[in-house]
């Protein structure tokens, strides 16, 4: 079992940068990606970014593509999502997750860490 606990949030003018990270604990080794996803007031949840564990190859929604990088840390089991050029539909809750293999399902969701755009 893998414990994630996501953190970094705040609130932002539009056009600004936060950093968020993701810190793993538990089970983390053998994984096959981590990801983050977020969630507006009233919409389903959605993928924003992952990571590849044993390529670093990532991926991104195209609406952030050019503003956010996704990156990792091994040594301190942590995931990042640096946000960048934030834009008022960037608010949401944001969460980070781990897929256990190529075919699975993302899971092992955290509490989610609140980001506010303000116009």
């Given at each position: ?8 949030g ?12 993701c ?6 080794f ?10 507006a007031?009233?919409k389903e ?13 990532t991926?991104y ?10 990156s ?22 944001y969460?980070?997750?781990?897929q256990?293999t ?10 989610g860490?609140?980001?506010?755009v303000?116009?």
């Amino acid at each position: 079992q893998v414990q994630l606990v996501e953190s970094g949030g705040g609130l932002v003018q539009t056009g600004g940068s936060l950093r968020l990270s993701c810190a793993a604990s538990g089970r983390t080794f053998g994984n096959h990606a981590m990801g983050w996803f977020r969630q507006a007031p009233g919409k389903e949840r959605e993928f924003v970014a992952s990571i590849i564990l044993s390529t670093d190859i990532t991926y991104y929604r195209d609406s952030v593509k050019g503003r956010f990088i996704i990156s990792r840390d091994n040594a301190k089991n942590t995931v990042y999502l640096k946000m960048n050029s934030l834009k008022p539909e960037d608010t949401a809750i944001y969460y980070c997750a781990t897929q256990p293999t190529s075919w699975a399902d993302f899971g092992s969701w955290g509490q989610g860490t609140q980001v506010t755009v303000s116009s």
